[in-house]
């Protein structure tokens, strides 16, 4: 037979990092996804922890290669931005590797002080505190400091804010500050310059005028995030050294500036095919630091940034049954899944995004063009080709071809999408109410002994039941 999905995806793609088949059965990171639904049945969340601290041991790496290659001599500083995934495990996993954290919001705060009450965190621990913040927010983060923990830096988005810290901090208590600039967006966005930040030509005589005659506020950090993303585009290598030179021209006014905080934004793999070229990327930014500062007659910063997708993206994935095959014309071939794209991947939704979506078996099926249909009723929950920006080829539900009818004994056909792990549920409000009433699935760790390799699964949450949401939503129990 030469029609096989096996077949179309081998002439086609290059085997892709952390995905293989075998006897026809898809294998995420070595973890056979067929046993997993085996074992606890679809949908089914799966979180791959050692994948986390793999991806920030890789940014550490390639930070260190940029700083030898360029002879770069400071700090790099790897911070977690806790609102691309704020569960337990994500954070616990990620501070296995000596790094800090990005903060949002007021409850943030919280999660911080759990963190430390379990010993995950210690006073100096960077706590980078971004957002636009109401009184509370600013009074928790004055609380940290106030308490000893040296180095929470809140950044400021408004002129007004710091203000607000002269209230809450204690007399004699010292704060470091950063300001966040607000970049200038893309040409093709809605808006000229980010909601976010101080603005370029505010942020210099805000410092002399303010920050320098109060001397319990050092400011030592410069802090952009570039909407876009970190992206080999000339957009992105124009806003980058258009920031770098405000961070100069601060500098020669500011000494006590000593650090920049480059923000999130670094990419992550959603197709199949697709190659990130990290070590240029990463590269060029410490190039474009160092060149930057020496041209203008500065001392070079410590870098951090503030990785959330890079960080969990890749660990995640979501499996699915196909629950039938809906032909609605003659063209058009449906497959129905027993859970929500809508509800479960909110990007797809909300942003249109792209995800990595793999069959989990029947790859020696011939394959058809379909559209996956989510199980809400709204006309909105599905996933197409014009979405997968490709045609979306899958398998026949059966090994005979599309004309044959399911047969009721036959294995069903599981799908997963990939690198799923940021912002998903932080979106859709894990297990809270959802459309069509569907409940968050349940959720699977995966965790691999680094010593003999074996593979341990435990289930961190089983799907949502009917009660939690009635619950939720007053019913008398
Ligand atoms: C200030 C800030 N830092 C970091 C991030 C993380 O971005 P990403 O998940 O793309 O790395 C965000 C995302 O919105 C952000 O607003």
């Known amino acids: 037979m030469t029609n096989r999905y096996i077949d179309l995806i081998e002439q086609t793609f290059d085997p892709a990092e952390g995905f293989k088949v075998i006897d026809g059965c898809l294998y995420f990171h070595d973890v056979s996804l067929k046993a997993l639904i085996d074992q606890y049945g679809t949908p089914l969340r799966i979180t791959y922890l050692p994948k986390i601290s793999s991806q920030i041991q890789k940014a550490k790496r390639l930070f260190q290669l940029a700083f030898e290659k360029h002879q770069y001599d400071k700090q790099y500083r790897y911070c977690f ?20 954290i990005e903060t949002s919001s007021n409850y943030d705060i919280d999660l911080v002080y759990n963190l430390y009450q379990h010993g995950k965190i210690n006073k100096d621990t960077f706590i980078i505190c971004n957002g636009f913040k109401p009184r509370e927010y600013i009074r928790r983060i004055s609380g940290l ?10 950044v400021i988005d408004n002129m007004e804010e710091l203000h607000f810290y002269t209230k809450y901090l204690q007399p004699e208590v010292e704060c470091k500050i950063g300001i966040r600039v607000a970049a200038e967006e893309e040409p093709t966005f809605e ?26 506020f050092q400011l030592k950090m410069l802090h952009f995030f570039i909407n876009t993303g970190i992206k080999d585009e000339t957009y992105y290598w124009n806003e980058l050294v ?22 999130g934004g670094l990419p992550i793999r959603y197709a199949f095919d697709s190659n990130i070229d990290y070590e ?13 500062c020496q041209r203008e007659g500065v001392d070079t910063p410590d870098i951090f940034t503030e990785f959330g997708n890079f960080t969990v993206g890749e660990s995640g994935a979501i499996v699915f049954s196909v629950l039938a095959e809906k032909h609605q014309n003659d063209r058009e071939s449906w497959y129905m899944l027993d859970g929500s794209l809508m509800t479960t991947l909110p990007d797809i939704y909300g942003i249109k995004q792209r995800f990595i979506l793999l069959p989990v078996n029947k790859w020696k099926n011939p394959y058809q063009t379909v559209t996956i249909g989510g199980l809400s009723c709204d006309g909105n929950d599905f996933y197409s080709s014009k979405l997968h920006r490709n045609n979306l080829y899958l398998p026949c539900l059966n090994a005979g071809g599309k004309d044959l009818p399911m047969q009721d004994d036959d294995e069903k056909l599981y799908l997963g999408f990939f690198h799923v792990g940021a912002y998903q549920e932080s979106l859709s409000g894990y297990g809270g109410i959802k459309h069509c009433l569907l409940p968050s699935p349940k959720h699977v760790l995966v965790q691999r002994n680094p010593e003999t390799g074996e593979i341990s699964t435990q289930l961190f949450a089983p799907e949502q039941n009917a009660a939690s949401m009635l619950n939720i939503l007053g019913y008398e129990m």
């Open 242 to 263: 258009k920031l770098l030179q405000m961070y100069c021209d601060l500098k020669k006014v500011c000494p006590e500036l000593t650090m920049l905080n480059i923000g």
């Open 81 to 100: 931005c806790t609102k691309s995934s704020h569960f337990s495990f994500v954070l616990e996993e990620a501070l296995k590797n000596n790094i800090h």
């Open 145 to 154: 400091i106030n308490e000893g923990h040296r180095n929470v830096i809140p």
């Open 191 to 216: 808006f000229y310059t980010s909601r976010l930040g101080v603005r370029y030509k505010d942020i210099i005589p805000f410092y002399e005028n303010v920050v320098k005659k109060n001397n319990r």
């Open 280 to 292: 240029y990327l990463i590269s060029e930014i410490v190039y474009q630091i160092k060149e930057t």
